[in-house]
């Protein structure tokens, strides 16, 4: 069985997310010693960019079409990918808020890999996702707390994973919500980091199976 913590921050140890992932993942493996590990940091890795051959790609999958010629070899790439994502049995992501969305590089990560024929087809009863009976563990930080009624709107971080990673087939998911970081004093950052870190601990030792 194998775990994927994708990380979309470039902070590192600074990184107010990936000290909550850090508290899921240490509660992870010590509970779960038949999992193995693997790390994807987006910010480290040289993802393939989406160009017109990659695209030309994509189309002739939905036409039923493998890609041949240039286009297989540029989506050689893409390919990697995908299966590196497949191969895993359940799925962690560390996110922080980024202008209310989610950063660049988690986005450009999303347009390779998801693709008809690997993570999702259509049916005549409209799109079916392929990737099922896997679990998702979200664990974000957000400056703001997007968590009341007038701020909720503004939250389109959440809904947007749940919708693409639902699409695929992904429908158990859980977040947590690292918030506020910046908007109440660091006071409340710490107490709201040990709270997500509670939390992390208990999810990653009772919900992933």
Known sequence: ????????????????????????????????????????????????????????GKYGLLAGKDPVGDVKREWEAVRRHIERFLAADAYLLS?????????????????????PKYLFRYTASGPEGLVKGRRMVVITSRGGDYS?????????????????????????????NAQPMDAMGPDARDKKIAEARALAEKIAQDDIE
């Open 1 to 56: 069985m194998k775990l994927l913590h994708i990380i979309s921050t470039p902070r590192g140890d600074a990184s107010n997310t990936l000290k909550v992932s850090a508290a899921f993942l240490e509660a992870f493996a010590g509970t779960r010693k038949d999992w193995t590990m693997d790390t994807l940091d987006l910010f480290k890795e040289e993802l393939p960019r989406v160009t017109a051959g990659v695209a030309q």
């Open 95 to 115: 996110v922080p808020m980024w202008n209310f969305g989610i950063p660049y590089a988690l986005k450009h990560y999303i347009d390779v890999i998801v693709q």
């Open 148 to 176: 009341t009624d007038a701020f909720r709107k503004f939250d389109m971080q959440e809904p947007y994973l749940r919708m693409v990673f639902g699409f695929v087939g992904i429908t158990d998911m859980r977040f947590i």
